[in-house]
């Protein structure tokens, strides 16, 4: 099969700001005295909190598209105008929230992310990871984890992380929103950067509401799309997105719920396209194996491709984002950031092979899988 990467020229250029951008983020290590950057690191949660805190508060919401004096702003929230203050001018010291002039502030680029209505919100990203449920494991479980290998989330709240969504509705609520504002993270370049057009029907794994198959149609006419996830994820799709959507589009979309460690939606015909989008990563390799074995049997006697969208770590001098990424599966999941060989490893025990990794505008790549 020919190649399925697009854009090539704008990719190779993204990679290379990506790659300048890292060196820059690594002078502070060159220039900070070793003591001062130890320090900063250490002391680094006190800016996740801040930044939690603000989020949960609604601030960037209250501040809205005005220039706004804190204690108006405490007013309206109900909060200590000297606290709020301080909170806001140490999140506008580090780029969050712009201080305009003395105790007056207003969104920036970064804090307009924290808005409820913007179309880049990751809003329940911050909420999530900084949540009580997810905070408890990093603080009272990574070193004992250490020392026994066991998921610290588990050791934290005595099950799994998807058992414990099950139990619990608020927070199930709350992943289910932070998964959908992946794609803010990510950008939408891989609706650009991969060929979707070679394809009829897309079925989109873990593919939470649909808003990604949604904007893979919308772009080609020619696809219908089959939304599979959780039932609770999917039950109430249809109804958010009637009257968001147009009807024509919401026509050539379908929904299902299950489990993909049990079973996955059968291929139609070799024109299909089965995409797992920052699904494997949360998955050791085990769970993943299982998911692979349930895909080829969907598959039967058809020859599908399969696009996987997750990161490709570097087998050293990792991207910092990425090993981030690889520590948050660590304490939440059996997953990891996979380098190519340990995709290549992993896909051939499920039966697959590695057709293509394609490059995309982001730190995420689209691995082309068939077998």
């Known amino acids: 099969m020919a190649t399925l990467q697009r854009n090539s020229f704008k990719v190779k250029a993204f990679q290379y700001a990506l790659r300048f951008a890292n060196v820059l983020s690594l002078l502070p290590n060159k220039l900070v005295p070793p003591p001062v950057r130890m320090i900063k690191i250490g002391s680094a949660y006190w800016q996740s909190r801040a930044l939690y805190v603000a989020t949960e508060l609604g601030v960037a919401d209250a501040i809205g598209d005005e220039t706004i004096v804190s204690d108006e702003i405490a007013e309206e929230l109900n909060l200590h105008g000297d606290y709020l203050y301080r909170l ?23 804090s307009h992310c924290l808005r409820t209505d913007s ?107 089959l939304v599979f996830d959780r039932p609770q994820v999917t039950e109430n799709a249809v109804a958010y997105w009637r009257d968001r959507v147009d009807a024509e589009l919401l026509a050539r979309v379908s929904f299902a719920g299950g489990d993909m460690l049990e079973t996955i939606p059968a291929a139609h015909s070799d024109s299909d396209i089965f995409l ?11 769970q993943a194996e299982k998911i692979l074995t349930n895909l080829r049997m969907a598959c039967s006697s058809y020859r599908p491709t399969i696009a996987i969208i997750d990161c490709v770590a570097e087998a050293q001098r990792i991207n910092p984002a990425v090993a981030s990424f690889d520590m948050q599966m660590l304490i939440g999941t059996r997953g990891r950031e996979r380098t190519e060989n340990e995709w290549r490893t992993l ?3 499920g039966g697959f092979m590695l057709q293509e990794i394609v490059s995309l505008r982001t730190f995420a790549r689209l691995l082309v899988v068939n077998f």
């Open 88 to 110: 806001l001018r140490m999140l506008a010291s580090i780029g969050v929230f712009e201080e305009c002039d003395e105790r007056c502030f207003r969104n920036n680029k970064r």
């Open 119 to 225: 179309p880049q919100s990751v809003r329940e990203m911050v909420l999530l990871h900084n949540s009580p449920e997810m905070s408890r494991p990093w603080f009272e479980a990574l070193g004992p984890a250490l020392r026994s290998g066991e998921v610290p989330f588990m050791q934290s709240h005595g099950e799994e992380l998807f058992d414990y969504l099950d139990h619990y509705s608020e927070f199930d609520a709350l992943f289910a929103g932070a998964m959908e504002s992946v794609e803010s993270l990510t950008g939408t370049d891989y609706l650009d950067d991969f060929d979707w057009s070679r394809f009829e029907r897309l079925v989109d794994i873990g593919g939470s509401n649909g808003s990604k198959a949604l904007a893979i149609l919308k772009r080609h006419p020619q696809m219908h799309a």
């Open 276 to 286: 797992f989008f920052a699904i494997f990563h949360g998955m050791g390799d085990t």
């Open 347 to 349: 896909l051939a025990r």
